[in-house]
């Protein structure tokens, strides 16, 4: 059974959203934090796959990314600081997958501690299925894993899964807090969720993420993930080794957004040691596999 706050989840709905409006001081999904517009495109350019004929646009997917909020900005900084009382740096994860993806996520996710960094997740997968695999995992893992139907701030030990049907998953930011929230918007790549909405919504905090894509069709996620490397997160693909479908990783080697490259039974090594060293990090362009 999913517990919050160590009482048990259908005993204490109101309980849970009372908690959350103190926590990070909103009453509602704010879309003046979350928001998201966009062409209902295929991949980007940059990939050199093709596109479906829509035009080259990319989203705006938050206004946090505009003005003083940009990557390197001392307000993005301050918001992704370590946590008060906690050894947590404020370093996260942002995580794609697709077809093949729930088992790489078991398999990835499950090597993790009880107080990883925060990982949020889009998996692409009907609305239903979704919340089921939230709570699948939440049974079988030591973090938590929390399905994101409203916004939330991120912590320590927890995963962060997005809801899917009307709604994608981003990471923003208000009051000096980092937020997983649902956001609303046109497909993109073809998916909603979409791998490119969360990675673009993560660049203002590009110095302390790491960004992982893994098995799957197309190509979403590479795009954003090459625009994540390049404001100065690590970035790591599945390898082919491992990949039950090469299209996702293989979109993300070829445009050159994966800075490492790994079967799944190193990634998440890999990922915890990356978001420990967010600060010293060496941004040569070297492939590291």
């Given at each position: 059974?999913?517990?919050?706050?160590g009482?048990?989840?259908?005993?204490?709905?109101?309980?849970?959203?009372?908690?959350?409006?103190?926590?990070?001081?909103?009453k509602?999904?704010?879309?003046?934090?979350?928001?998201?517009?966009g062409?209902?495109?295929?991949?980007?350019?940059?990939?050199?796959?093709?596109?479906?004929?829509?035009p080259?646009?990319?989203?705006?997917?938050?206004r946090?990314?505009?003005?003083?909020?940009?990557?390197?900005?001392?307000?993005?900084?301050?918001?992704?600081?370590?946590?008060?009382?906690?050894?947590?740096?404020?370093?996260?994860?942002?995580?794609?997958?697709?077809?093949?993806?729930?088992?790489?996520?078991?398999?990835?996710?499950s090597?993790?501690?009880?107080?990883?960094?925060?990982?949020?997740?889009?998996q692409?997968?009907?609305?239903?299925?979704?919340?089921?695999?939230?709570n699948?995992?939440?049974?079988?893992?030591?973090?938590?894993?929390?399905?994101?139907?409203?916004?939330?701030?991120?912590?320590?030990?927890?995963?962060?899964?997005?809801?899917?049907?009307?709604?994608?998953?981003?990471?923003?930011?208000?009051?000096?807090?980092?937020?997983?929230?649902?956001?609303?918007?046109?497909?993109?790549?073809?998916?909603?969720?979409?791998?490119?909405?969360?990675?673009?919504?993560?660049?203002?905090?590009?110095?302390?993420?790491?960004?992982?894509?893994?098995?799957?069709?197309?190509?979403?996620?590479?795009?954003?993930?090459?625009?994540?490397?390049?404001?100065?997160?690590?970035?790591?693909?599945?390898?082919?080794?491992?990949?039950l479908?090469?299209?996702?990783?293989?979109?993300?080697?070829?445009?050159?957004a994966?800075?490492?490259?790994?079967?799944?039974?190193?990634?998440?090594?890999?990922?915890?040691?990356?978001?420990?060293?967010?600060?010293?990090?060496?941004?040569?362009?070297?492939?590291?596999?």
């Amino acid at each position: 059974m999913t517990r919050h706050w160590g009482i048990a989840e259908e005993e204490t709905s109101a309980f849970v959203q009372q908690e959350l409006i103190k926590t990070i001081m909103v009453k509602k999904v704010d879309h003046s934090v979350f928001e998201f517009e966009g062409q209902p495109s295929s991949c980007n350019q940059r990939t050199g796959y093709p596109k479906s004929g829509t035009p080259n646009e990319r989203p705006r997917s938050q206004r946090i990314l505009d003005g003083q909020d940009r990557p390197g900005s001392s307000h993005a900084a301050e918001a992704s600081g370590a946590v008060r009382g906690s050894l947590w740096n404020g370093a996260f994860v942002v995580m794609g997958s697709s077809t093949g993806g729930v088992e790489a996520l078991e398999i990835i996710l499950s090597e993790l501690p009880v107080r990883c960094p925060p990982v949020l997740i889009t998996q692409h997968m009907p609305e239903r299925f979704l919340r089921k695999l939230a709570n699948r995992l939440d049974q079988r893992l030591g973090p938590e894993v929390r399905l994101v139907d409203q916004v939330m701030p991120l912590e320590p030990g927890r995963i962060y899964i997005g809801s899917g049907g009307d709604h994608h998953l981003a990471v923003g930011h208000r009051a000096g807090k980092v937020l997983a929230g649902p956001v609303e918007g046109p497909t993109r790549n073809g998916h909603r969720p979409s791998v490119d909405v969360l990675f673009r919504s993560a660049r203002p905090f590009a110095s302390r993420v790491v960004g992982v894509v893994l098995t799957g069709m197309g190509c979403d996620g590479a795009s954003e993930l090459l625009e994540l490397r390049e404001a100065g997160a690590q970035t790591i693909a599945e390898s082919q080794k491992t990949a039950l479908v090469y299209g996702m990783p293989k979109a993300a080697i070829e445009n050159g957004a994966a800075a490492h490259i790994l079967p799944r039974d190193r990634i998440a090594a890999r990922m915890l040691d990356l978001c420990k060293s967010a600060n010293q990090r060496d941004y040569s362009g070297k492939l590291h596999q």
